[in-house]
C-alpha cells in the first residue's frame, strides 16, 4: 500500500514527539486496539494522521483520571455526547473523593509537623503549667497484663480506628490514673486513645478538656517512665496543686521521627483543678 501527500501524516516517531510519549507507548496503544495508526504499509512503516491527535488527547485526559486502558477504548469506541457528560459526572465524583483524601492527608502533615516541632523545641527536664485545647479521644480499654497481650489489643485498636477513618497525628496515647501515679504505680496501663482535633462522625469519644495542665516530657523507653511522673507530682506538690483524676501521655516524636526508642518523646500531662 502506499500513500499520497506524505505531507498529512505523521510517522510513528513525530507523532510520539508531539504526543509527548514514547514510540514503545504508541506500539502498546496500538497492540491493544486504542490506538492504531491510520496507514500500516508493506515495509512495515506506520502513519498517524492529525486528526489523531485529537484522539490521542482524549485518551492522555483519561489516562490522567487514572481510567483503566480498557475502559477508555470501550468511551473512545462508543463515544458521544451523552457518554462524555455521564463520564465527567462519574469522574467528577472520584476526583472529589481524591481531593477529600488529600486534605486529610495535609491536615495530619500540618499536625504531625506541630508535634514533632513541639518536640524538638521542647525541654526534657522543665516542668510548668500549660495552657492546652480541648481535645477529642478515641478510646480502648486494655485488659491485657503481659506485653505481648498489650501490644496485641494495641494493634487490634488500631485496625478499628483505620476501618473507621480515625487517624492522629499524636499515634497511640495512654491514660493513667492519678490513684496509680500517686502509688507508685507508672505501667499499670488500662486506657488508650487516638487524640483527635475535630469530633470523629462515625465513632464514639470523649472530650479533653480545654484548661490548665501541668506538664512534663520523658525521653526514652515507656519502662522508665517513672522518673518523669515523680518529677512531675513533686513539682504539684512543691507549688500546690491539686491535679484531676487521669495523666495523659501524648508521643511527640516517635519512631516515624527518631531511629531509637531512647529518643521518644512523650508529653505528659494532668489538668490541674481550679479549687
Known amino acids: 500500500m502506499a500513500i499520497k501527500k506524505k505531507e498529512s501524516y505523521l510517522t510513528t516517531g513525530e507523532?510520539?514527539?508531539?504526543?509527548?510519549?514514547?514510540?514503545?507507548?504508541?506500539?502498546?496503544?496500538?497492540?491493544?486496539?486504542?490506538l492504531c495508526p491510520e496507514v500500516k504499509l508493506d515495509n512495515g512503516y506506520r502513519y498517524y494522521t492529525f486528526s489523531q491527535l485529537d484522539i490521542f488527547e482524549i485518551i492522555y485526559t483519561l489516562k490522567e483520571l487514572n481510567m483503566p486502558l480498557q475502559e477508555i477504548k470501550e468511551y473512545v469506541d462508543g463515544r458521544t455526547p451523552e457518554s462524555l457528560l455521564r463520564l465527567f459526572k462519574k469522574e467528577s465524583r472520584i476526583i472529589e473523593e481524591r481531593m477529600r483524601k488529600l486534605r486529610q492527608m495535609q491536615r495530619w502533615m500540618e499536625e504531625k509537623t506541630n508535634c514533632i516541632c513541639a518536640g524538638i523545641a521542647a525541654s526534657p527536664e522543665e516542668i510548668s503549667v500549660r495552657h492546652e485545647e480541648k481535645m477529642y479521644m478515641v478510646l480502648s480499654g486494655i485488659e491485657s497484663s503481659d506485653e505481648m497481650g498489650w501490644s496485641i489489643e494495641v494493634g487490634n485498636f488500631l485496625d478499628y480506628c483505620e476501618e473507621h477513618g480515625v487517624r492522629s497525628s499524636h499515634g497511640i496515647g495512654f491514660r493513667q490514673n492519678l490513684s496509680d501515679i500517686m502509688a507508685g504505680s507508672y505501667d499499670n496501663y488500662r486506657t488508650l486513645y487516638q487524640l483527635l482535633r475535630v469530633k470523629p462522625k462515625k465513632v464514639a469519644c470523649e472530650v479533653r478538656p480545654e484548661g490548665e495542665y501541668?506538664?512534663?516530657?520523658?525521653?526514652?523507653?515507656?519502662?522508665?517512665?517513672?522518673?518523669?511522673?515523680?518529677?512531675?507530682?513533686?513539682?504539684?506538690?512543691?507549688?500546690?496543686?491539686?491535679?484531676?483524676?487521669?495523666?495523659?501521655?501524648?508521643?511527640?516524636?516517635?519512631?516515624?521521627?527518631?531511629?531509637?526508642?531512647?529518643?521518644?518523646?512523650?508529653?505528659?500531662?494532668?489538668m490541674v483543678s481550679p479549687d
Do not use: M, P
Open 15 to 34: 507523532f510520539a514527539r508531539l504526543t509527548g510519549v514514547t514510540k514503545h507507548t504508541l506500539f502498546h496503544y496500538d497492540a491493544i486496539g486504542l
Open 214 to 270: 501541668v506538664t512534663a516530657y520523658h525521653k526514652g523507653k515507656w519502662q522508665d517512665i517513672g522518673t518523669a511522673y515523680r518529677r512531675l507530682v513533686d513539682y504539684a506538690t512543691e507549688n500546690g496543686l491539686k491535679l484531676s483524676e487521669h495523666f495523659y501521655e501524648d508521643y511527640l516524636l516517635d519512631g516515624l521521627a527518631v531511629q531509637q526508642e531512647e529518643d521518644f518523646l512523650t508529653k505528659i500531662i494532668c
